[in-house]
T-cell receptor
């Protein structure tokens, strides 16, 4: 079945630095990628939807300049957390529609800790 | 706009008892509905999904869910809960164009021995 590989699984960075999270579709073309953020003991909040070759669509309240999303190819979408602060610490997950199997494939998630 | 509501934040059941987790959705057309389970510190595992056809859907681990259009519900059920079922359960709704995909707030299931 469709697989999305997400890296890194864990990252610790210093305040003020930027962190890039990658999601790759391994055996299918992901024209769309959803990016979620999950706070501890909370649900997954949809942050943005990226579409290959076009600008991402951000949900209300999500800072576009803070969370940069790039979807330059059919197999790679990236989320860059810029000038990270401790409040950006969270679990980030990507997901791509699997149109063949009528479902969604999730990455394994990235635990970001900003110190 | 799509939305999904899980009214129960926490549920505790005894091992061997039956389980029902509630999910209500809001969507203009026929939604694509999903149930996922997440164990602590883990990713998401798909339990089952509904797109069309039979409104009673069977999933993995003995779970099932029933789509009731009149009630805008997609409740998850299991006849006999096992201790290993303790986890967080998320209902999710997507559109048929795969343009959006939203999660409910989740229900944490505790299982008493």
């Amino acid at each position: 079945g469709a697989v999305v590989s997400q890296h890194p699984s864990r990252v610790i960075c210093k305040s003020g630095t930027s962190v890039k999270i990658e999601c790759r579709s391994l055996d299918f073309q992901a024209t769309t990628m959803f990016w979620y953020r999950q706070f501890p003991k909370k649900s997954l909040m949809l942050m943005a939807t990226s579409n290959e070759g076009s600008k991402a669509t951000y949900e209300q309240g999500v800072e576009k300049d803070k969370f940069l999303i790039n979807h330059a190819s059919l197999t790679l979408s990236t989320l860059t957390v810029t000038s990270a602060h401790p409040e950006d610490s969270s679990f980030y997950i990507c997901s791509a529609p699997d149109r063949v199997n009528y479902g969604y494939t999730f990455g394994s998630g990235t635990r970001l800790t900003v110190v | 706009a799509q939305s999904v509501t899980q009214p129960d934040i926490h549920i505790t059941v005894s091992e061997g008892a039956s389980l029902e987790l509630r999910c209500n959705y809001s969507y203009g057309a026929t939604p694509y509905l999903f149930w996922y389970v997440q164990s602590p510190g883990q990713g998401l595992q798909l339990l089952l999904k509904y797109f069309s056809g039979d409104t009673l859907v069977q999933g993995i681990k003995g779970f099932e869910a029933e789509f009731k259009r009149s009630q805008s519900s997609f409740n998850l059920r299991k006849p006999s809960v096992h201790w290993s079922d303790a986890a967080e359960y998320f209902c999710a709704v997507g559109d048929n164009g795969f343009n959006k995909f939203y999660f409910g707030s989740g229900t944490k299931l505790n299982v008493k021995p």
